[in-house]
């Protein structure tokens, strides 16, 4: 375990800002990690995962603990399913490959969302009608205090839309280290009915597909409308869909009749916040080195060398405008650090 001090944090974190780390170190274990929160003299840290789901608009002035703990094994399984556990340093997509490739199911609609397994259920990440929670057992979080490992249930980590414990009361207190998943064998349950996989599927000719076509598709689709952070810096979808009333969306389709909406329930719906940004007049927008994806309105991007506060600053204006012109408020789906 080597100490590193004013390392460049480029290529750590998807969007390419370049942010300095006082003091940085790779954690490769357990026992490494609980070896760095020991450590004295660095009274501050920062929590590394996989970067893709934050922007940084300043330099980390604490040391950065890097996870890269790495490892994926069966814990159990019978003829019908298999428990599966992953360490939080495992790249996601290639997790999602490596259970396609032993016939895993459950999964496959998470193809190639970025970022690694032990930030999956911070944000209870979620794609084409699937969450993480789907398929979540458990996750073993070390508490930052007591150095001591904490074993939390799916119901423990109060699971929410882009939601869980760890976005709330423990947000700072402990950090994931890995992952169990309940994953099928057989049968598998497809999910095909949401957004365009289905007409992805008949694209590629395929009527009965597997649950590796439906990852394909996935694929495919968001290669479509999502930029690669090796090519463009981005975050992915930098907002959240807003929830709002049925009362308040039917008052919106009385201005907006092309408004598009999905029920999450009896009295609420949810509006597609790339939508809102699109008839804002801010998709395919470019500010110098940063600006509005051109495919996928919820995507900002940065060009080059854009400053994190640059894109920050977009995203104020764009929570702005979409709130005077439909009086809704959207969130920020990625940390802002």
């Known amino acids: 375990m080597q100490i590193k001090h004013n390392i460049s944090l480029k290529t750590y974190n998807t969007f390419g800002i370049d942010a300095l780390a006082k003091h940085f170190v790779t954690i490769n274990s357990i026992v490494e ?15 590394l995962g996989g970067g893709s789901n934050m922007l940084l608009t300043k330099n980390i002035d604490a040391l950065v603990l890097h996870l890269n703990i790495k490892g994926i094994s069966i814990v159990s399984e019978d003829e019908d399913s298999v428990l599966i556990q992953a360490n ?37 990440i979620g794609a084409y009608g699937v969450e993480l929670k789907d398929s979540f057992v458990s996750c073993q979080a070390l508490d930052i205090a007591s150095k001591t490992l904490k074993t ?18 423990k947000k700072g207190k402990c950090i994931i280290c890995n992952v169990t998943f309940k ?29 590796q076509d439906v990852s394909q598709a996935v694929i495919k689709i968001r290669q479509s409308k999502l930029p690669d952070p090796k090519q463009i810096g981005n975050s992915g979808s930098f907002f959240k869909n ?6 308040i969306y039917s008052k919106l389709q009385e201005n907006f009749p092309d408004i598009p909406g999905y029920p999450v329930s009896e009295t609420e719906i949810k509006v597609p916040a790339g939508w809102l940004i699109e008839k804002a007049g801010f ?11 051109k495919e996928q309105a919820l995507v ?38």
């Open 33 to 47: 990690l609980k070896q760095a929160l020991s450590l004295e003299g660095y009274p501050d840290i920062f929590v």
């Open 88 to 124: 939080a340093g495992e790249n996601w997509h290639e997790f999602v490959l490596w259970c396609l490739a032993n016939n895993f199911g459950g999964l496959e609609n998470l193809s190639l969302i970025p970022g690694n397994v032990g930030s999956a259920p911070i944000q209870n």
């Open 152 to 169: 939390y249930s799916k119901e423990a980590c109060k699971f929410g839309y882009r939601n869980s414990i760890f976005k709330q009361e």
């Open 183 to 211: 994953l099928s064998k057989k049968p598998h349950t497809l999910h095909t009915s949401y957004g365009s996989i289905a007409n992805q599927l008949a694209i590629m000719n395929i009527i009965h597909p597997s649950i």
């Open 242 to 247: 807003p929830v709002v009333s049925t009362e």
């Open 283 to 293: 998709k395919g927008k470019q500010f110098g080195e940063y600006g509005v994806h």
């Open 300 to 337: 900002l991007v940065n060009y080059g060398n854009a400053k994190g506060q640059e894109i920050l600053e977009l995203a104020r204006l764009i929570q702005k405008t979409v709130k005077q012109l439909f009086n809704i408020v959207i969130d920020a789906e990625v940390n802002i650090i």
